[in-house]
Structures are given as C-alpha cells and as structure tokens.
DNA sequence: CTACCAACCTACTGTGTCAATAGGTTTTTA
DNA sequence: TAAAAACCTATTGACACAGTAGGTTGGTAG
C-alpha cells in the first residue's frame, strides 16, 4: 500500500507543476494549497531535495523548484525514492537477494513477474500525464 | 507488501495440494515442512477456513484439506482475504469511497487504474499455476 | 471408555513503521 | 538588520506485524 510519503511528494510535485513561475515556491503555499501539514510535508520535501527531484533554496524568496520538465519525471522514481521499494515481497525487496528457500520457493517467479508488472507501470507514466 | 499473512497461506494451500492423499493433513506436518511456526499458522489457518479456502476437522486423523481443485482457486482471491485488501490506496481500500479530494484529485485514476492491474494479474492466476 | 491427538480459542508481547508534532538553527534577500 | 524560508534533531501516539503462551473442545483409535 502506498503511504503519505508517496501520495504526497506526487501531489507536491504536481503543485509545484501547476504554480510554476520561474522564482522558488514556498513550502507554506504548497502546503496551504494542498491541506497538508507543513512540518510533515519539510519531512517529505527534504528527501525529494536529497533524491535529486527538486531544488531548494534556503531565505527570503526562497522554497522549491522542479528541476526537470515534468515529462522527465517517471512516476516509478518518485514512488520508488518515497517508499524506498516497490517490491511486492520482503525476499525481492532486499538487496542481499539471500532468501534460503529462493531455489524451492514456488511463488518466487509469481512475485518476480508481478513486480515486472508495476515497474513498468509506474516507470510508463509521467508527472506529465497527471497535469 | 505482501505480509506473511498472504505469503504463509499460499504455501500452505501449495503444500496441502502437493500431499494430497484424501485425508485431513495435520498442521504440525505442514508446519515442519515449511519451516514455520504451527502457533504462527493456527491464526492464518483458522482465517482460510472461515473464509472458505479449507475444511478443517477436530480430534485424532484431523486436520486440513483443500475444498476445492486448485485450479478454483484464483490467487487473488486467497491474498485478498489474508491481507484484506489488495488496493493500493487507503482512499480505494476504503469501503465508504468518502475521499472529500476525490474529484479534484489529479492522481486518482491512475491508482484505479493500477487497481485494475494487479486485480486482473492475481485473479488470472490460480493456485495449479503454482504446482 | 479413555487416552491421545488435533483443531480451536483467548490473551499477551516485543518490535517497528507511520504520520505527525515541537522547537530550534542557519541561510538568504529585501 | 529584520523577515522569511529552508534545514535539523528529537519526540510521540497509534497501530500493525509476527509471533508466543497456555488452555479448551472435539473426534477417533485402541
């Protein structure tokens, strides 16, 4: 289930796509706009900045910028970056790859397929097509 | 994610299909098989039998059985009633579909769309898909 | 008829994540 | 130099997950 942390970076995202203006966008606006708590959203917002999707700038004018054109972000990145994995099941979400029953495991290639599946539905849509 | 409510049940229904023999089959061989805790899978067990996946019998010989032949039993139907839902958002899951954003809400149709997606994968797969 | 086996039932617990909240510090610009 | 904004650390309450523990009921084999 996708948390607060998906849901919102991508209702951020899309704020800051639809206010665009060429100067940084206040997290206040944002959060005002949106009905989100402002603390939380500094939360959120600080990883996005860390993940490479927005820039920030810091004093009086300052706030949050894209820093790409909206149909370069796939929505599979932001998701991924906020909810650290889309992996359907522990065992494939581990970097380790070390599940001892991986050999025998009659679900694994269920849950391989599957997680296929949502890659490229997340990685086929663009911040674009949620304009 | 999948938890190992979802998870444990589909090895257990595996297992019961894979030592089939026309009579009830004891936790506790199941539970040695897959290396799971039989305390752990009483809970999950007794969740399959109310929800109709399993028969289970009382006293000496008992145990469970498959009520079904695996091919009627679509994988989505056993994770949907071990994880509760299958939605990928609280607003989907919920079943009051009270959401006051809803018909602003930009992001809306793809999660019903992705809804449709992983209903569709699950449900065309059965428990003989498995074996 | 009774001992055994197995399901069934209720309660509890430690761990971790989620969704925030609180209060301060630094940075930048008007 | 004062305001505005990001940035940082810590804390919290609620809840779900993944079990554990111990007892009760029910059916069957000897």
Not at 38 to 57: C, R, S
Not at 71 to 86: A, H, K, N, R
Request: net charge positive; glycine share 8%.
């Amino acid at each position: 289930m996708i948390s607060t942390r998906g849901r919102y970076a991508l209702r951020v995202m899309i704020d800051l796509a639809q206010n665009e203006n060429g100067k940084y966008i206040p997290l206040k606006d944002i959060a005002e706009r949106q009905d989100i708590s402002k603390k939380y959203l500094e939360i959120i917002v600080k990883d996005m900045v860390a993940g490479g999707l927005l820039t920030g700038a810091s004093g009086k004018g300052g706030g949050y910028k894209l820093c790409r054109k909206p149909e370069d972000y796939p929505v599979g990145e932001i998701l991924e970056l906020m909810e650290g994995s889309l992996s359907s099941v522990a065992c494939l979400a581990a970097k380790d790859n070390s599940c001892p029953r991986k050999n025998a495991c009659r679900t694994l290639p269920m849950w391989e397929e599957y997680d296929r599946l949502v890659h490229d539905f997340f990685y086929s849509k663009t911040l674009r097509d949620l304009l």
